[in-house]
């Protein structure tokens, strides 16, 4: 069993994201080991790009201003590195095709087997096309996570019998952020996904309050929060990493 699935042996998985880089490489480095510390079950590191068409304003400005400072590919390879000295927690990249591509993909996902990466999401990879990195995912032990959209309907089956490590559900139609309500039939892709593998899924894109998490995780097997973090994150003060924490452990506990 893949450490992404491990996540979820223990009841209910919560999973932070963060834009590695963000505000600046040495705190984001310390943001990380702040939410292993508080209770994550597994982390999304988001790697900057250019142009993440995912993304909602929270972490496109994120990724806007850790490109400004400086932050590299090499630079988060070297910051994983670092971190898994003592943390144990599974780590998961989050970014896209182009950063993979522009790397070299054999090079790029061999180097996230060596520094200790579990596992790999590309939310503008379609399902049609992953061969491309699937068969060097399985080479070197990663697991490449696939996403499900509301839009994705009769293809909802086919992706969930390829899945690895964990399946993401993506919550609402457009990019990710933080919304008063997810009205989007969660319960109905859950079902389907169920029916065709046991490996769990999460729910993600528009959970930001503890209610929110803990609803969505009643359905599914986890739920994923990234603009709430990154939002905390972009209010600074000296207090910032204690609010972080008390923010990981709300949602943990609400779960």
Do not use: W
Not at 191 to 207: H, L, M, Q, S, Y
């Amino acid at each position: 069993m893949s450490n992404v699935k491990k996540a979820f042996e223990n009841g209910k998985a919560f999973i932070p994201f963060v834009t590695c880089g963000y505000p600046d490489e040495e705190t984001s480095e310390k943001i990380i080991r702040t939410l292993a510390e508080n209770g994550a079950d597994l982390i999304e590191l988001g790697i900057p790009f250019s142009d993440p068409t995912a993304e909602g304003p929270v972490i496109q400005g994120a990724n806007v201003v850790a490109l400004k400072n400086g932050i590299t590919t090499v630079k988060v390879f070297e910051m994983v590195k670092r971190l898994r000295r003592d943390i144990k927690t599974p780590f998961v990249f989050m970014t896209y095709a182009n950063v993979v591509f522009s790397n070299g993909a054999d090079k790029f996902i061999s180097q996230c087997r060596d520094i200790g990466i579990d596992g790999l999401i590309l939310p503008d990879l379609p399902y049609e096309e992953r061969g491309e990195f699937s068969d060097i995912c399985d080479k070197y032990g990663i697991d490449l996570i696939p996403l499900v959209a509301p839009t994705s309907e009769n293809r909802i089956a086919m992706i969930a019998k390829a899945a690895q490590g964990f399946i993401y559900i993506v919550s609402s139609l457009g990019v990710t952020g933080m919304r008063d309500a997810i009205t989007t039939d969660i319960p109905s892709i859950v079902k389907i996904i169920r029916e065709n593998t046991d490996v769990p899924c999460a729910v993600g894109f528009g959970i930001s309050t503890p209610a929110q998490a803990h609803d969505m995780a009643a359905i599914s097997d986890g739920a994923i929060v990234g603009s709430a973090i990154i939002n905390e994150i972009s209010k600074g003060g000296s207090d910032m990493l204690k609010r972080v924490g008390r923010l990981v452990r709300d949602m943990k506990r609400a779960l």
